[in-house]
């Protein structure tokens, strides 16, 4: 399909075009869009969920785990646990670690949930550096210009919902694809769910009579008409458009109110407070994919004591996001994925730290995605091996497994690899190179 | 990256002339025109982009000839595409080379083509420019313009790019340029003073705004937006930074007695120091001082309670304005602006093996436009490094530890601990610089001996002096203005739109580079490029006369004046239009500003965890802004309605007994007017928009009164509806004192209240109110 008809296409399906990846940054690149997109309808699809550890985690204190002979072994990959203390709940390794309010967090997490969960190890980023590896990672790119995957997603499966894209943080650019969504104090989202009311919690005083109201909504359609039609700059009629887009799903705010709970968690770990919001939106109908977004982990001193901790706050919120989808029905209605900038170097430097690593790994769960599940393998110092594509066994003749195969991989299951938008950000990924992760 | 455009180069100068802006560097005179065709002058920098940087350099030197290449020894080493500059610095490098040659031909033609005119020439990289080609010829042309420049040097010509584009006039373009810089509306003398008179008279205008002190918070909005140090700023966040045996005053307050006064003092004191580097920029932009300071300064900004908590004996004019600004020093401090400022370096702190990198990095980033890590932006294999000391030796790490690492050096006396202490490093442990990192210094310049204790201070003197220095203040500025970064030239020729790309950039960054001289030349005085960036159609672009195709559209994508506008600056458009601020008391903070309220909802930062605003309305945005219309339009209609006509902002022509139709139904021709007039005068105030009173909007506006007056008039009739308004106004909202009866809004027996409401809703939740 040549442009002119993409564009065509795209303006007929109401989708805001842009071409950015030519654009060095994230711009929106706008052309003509007089078609609003269609109204709001709630989402019934699964949430996707994309867990940011911020910093570079170590997966070799996780899912990954090395060990070493103790704490005072000068080469010890891990001088947190031993290699006796790495045990396996079905495939997947890890250390028996924990923290000082509960020691064996590590085990109990992974006997609980081993078998929904796929771990992928050994995958590169190409990259040490923070903003490159975390693009990576989340966009299946490493250059500058693309979208995250959760923006996609939302653009294609919601992108007239009001919080259809909700981020607390990690990589979140949108290139101007979808709005995004940043959460405030969810005590002010009362007023915000009842604009047109004094008292959010009282139908009778409304600001405008039901008859003024309507008029005003008629006065500011035919308005944002009129002004498409005279405002020829390309940015201008983009802006008009997604103003007028964003405010037709403003309504359905409104069921959020209903299920965010009284009160939000106050244990101390800030995932589980996102994770009851991002819940709460989804329930709502009114949200399709959240970055969920936990820092602390560039720990280029005192490794152990800091980072260990950080991966026991991650854990305990897997597991509360969990506990909540089920208690809510949602169980098999999530799909989860987490990862981080990149890995952290074997052994240690000289205080205590772990520095920059382009190995890492991701851990999965959700709708789609077997568990009991570990592809990828490195060596006892962290290296990467190579894999056949095809087969996915260790190979010397293979490749590396590097984000754009799991992007290819994730696209597919959510269902937008073949949606027009893909094309301008498509995944370089030969045929020949490709993966199936979620076998 | 390797670019191929032979229909480009040869629409070179078919295409309308984009002339060269600065002549930077080049200092030549006048002489006649060189490789023209039809009749256009091509500038010297143009010539070098297309026909000797693209075919030449970028695609057949840049392999070897870069800092991590294989020629990285010789005299010829290229700056990549990702540093900003990188154009100048290497047409300056192949015009500094041109003065070496072999047996009569120059060095820089002799070795690519292995050949001079007495016999061969050696070169490491074997023959990659045959004498014979157009490449050759061309870079033998681009010597000569050296020695010989054509006439249209430093000519100002953007050529066609803004045809078709319609700009604001004086006064729409003074309107736009009062909310930017100080958050109110235009004075009728400042509209009169430029009304007609060409947009350069806006200058004198633009200048008084500049003194105000709401312009000031704006600049410390913008360099917040860049420092992020309001991170610090509650409860004691930033007093608490401070290095208690070197500043044993920083907690002062606590000795006060009385609680309202201490808690006063703290949060003064502590907002201070929190705001230490911003108020340095306020404090140079303020008194017209040379914005080099903001590295080079030799002294602190204080405010009287920030001088308590560092001891730093100031004088000020009233102790009790905690905004009063005055320089100061500590005793034995190298001051050096903001990179030795306490603040600063918290935000942007170092650890032992990260040895002052990041902060390097954000020196790059701040003050020279150049993000370090895009030079390392392609995929690597870390695990495969092997080398000893990789970011000395290894070409996968050098190509940003080179620059980076000198500059880290640098700042070796501010990396010993976590307080962002100044502690010359002779004084540690370390005593010396690690010597498994490159030797501390600047680009090839090292840190001279016997500078070392200072060694922050040299750097900044060596910033300062980088071409690109000048550029990333406007850049700033530019994003302060318009609510974008400037364009990054597009790297992919391969992705469609790149030639668009191309020219929206190549234009852009002429303006940009052609305001950074005139920044310069004015002696690096900010507000001119506050001045010249308004001016710029990209400020004023306002529409464009007609349709245009495609291709075009996309030169045009970045033009328009289409910010959605961050909360800070939305609220004071509020007050300034509607002369209340949206807050429920006077007390209280802007809803808007409010991190408890709808801050982060609307986009904005908290400068910790949340750094970068939203920019595109979402659901909850627009919710928010429908909130803020209905609610403003309800508090200010009733307020305003209780004003002296003669002091109304929304309403002056108009009152709440002026009904559209008398009681049998027919219409009141004055009335009518009145109600016009007013509705004109709305679209003027509130939207900046002028129409004839016979206008369609003026009528779209009017219906909408007049339907809800109507409905409201037979609900009333009908006793569906009430007289109450939805909001009152008894007492004045600023001072709290009564409102004389005879004017008090407590009812609305003819429903015009309510129906003004609506209209004023209708333009407060407009596109043109929400965006600027």
Redesign the interface.
Known sequence: MD??NF?KLTSLAGLSVV?P?????D??????NPNLPPLAETYSGPLYIFLHAGGGWDPTSLCDPKGGNGPDDPDAMNRAFTYSQIEKAGNISYPNIGTMDNPTAFRDFFQKHYQRLRVINGL?M???????GTRHCWSGR???GYPSLAALISAVHGAA?????LSF?GYDF?Q?IV???????T??LA???Y??R?NPEDEA?????P??AD??LK??E???E??LA???????Q???S???A??T??N??KKLQQYLPEMLDNSGNPLRRQIQVAVAAYRAG?TVSVNL?I?GFDT??NHDAQHIPRLAQILDGIDFLVTETDMHGLSDRFVLLVGSDFGRTPGY???Q?K?????TSVMMMGKGIGGNKVIGETDERH??FSVDPKTLQKSDSGIHIEPRHLHDNLRKLAGIESHELMTQFPLILPEADQMNLLA | MKRSHPTRTSGLVTRAALLALTGAGMGLGLSACSDNSDGECVPTDVFFREKVWAPTLAAKCQSCHVSTGAAKHTKFVLTPSQVPGYLEANMKLVQDLARYDVDGTPLILAKPSQRSNNGPVEHGGGLVLDAGTQEYSDLAALLDRFNNPVACEGQVNLGNYFNEVELLDEVGTLRKATLALAGRLPTPEEVEAVRGFGIAELDPVLDGIMKEDEFIDRIGEIYNDVFLTDRYIGGNEAVALLNPEKYPNAYWFEGLEDDQQREEARWYTNTSVAREAINLVKYIVQNDRDYREIITADYMVFTPYSAIAYGASVSFKDKTDWTELQPGKLDGYPHAGVLTMPMWLNRFPTTPTNRNRHRARMIFKFFLATDILRLGERPIDPTSIKTVNPTMNNPNCTVCHVELDPVAGALQNFQANDNGDYQPLAETEQMTWYTDMRLPGFGDQTLPEGQESASEQWLAQQLIKDPRFAQAAVGIVWKGLLGTDPLGEPFDAAQPGYEEALKAFEVQDRVIKGIAKKFEESGYNLKVVFREIIKTDYFRAKNLRQDVEESRALELKDLGTAQYLPPEQLGRKIEAVTGYPWRYNLQDQDLLLNENEYRIFYGGIDSDSIVTRITEPNGIMANIALRMSNEMACWATARDFAKDPSDRLLFPYVETSFVPQDENGFAVPAVDDAIRANIQHLYDHVLGEHYDIGDPEISEAYNLFFQIWEDGKKGLQAGTYTADPPCRAENDWWTGNPIPEERRITQDNDYTVRAWMGVLAYMLSDYRFLHE
């Open positions: 442009r002119r564009l071409t990846t030519v654009f060095a940054g711009r929106p690149g706008p052309l003509k590169d190409q990259s040490n550096g923070h903003d490159s490493l250059a500058e919902l009001p919080m259809t894209y943080g949108t101007g709005a995004r969504t940043r959460s405030g104090n005590q002010a007023r915000i769910a604009p047109d004094r005083t409304a600001f405008h009579s008859v003024a008029l005003i006065a500011q035919a308005r944002k009129r002004l005279t405002e020829k700059l390309p940015r201008t983009n802006a008009i997604m103003l007028y964003s405010r799903g403003s359905e705010l009114i977004d820092g280029h001193g430097n000289d205080t730290g520095d920059h690593w382009a190995i290296n990467t």
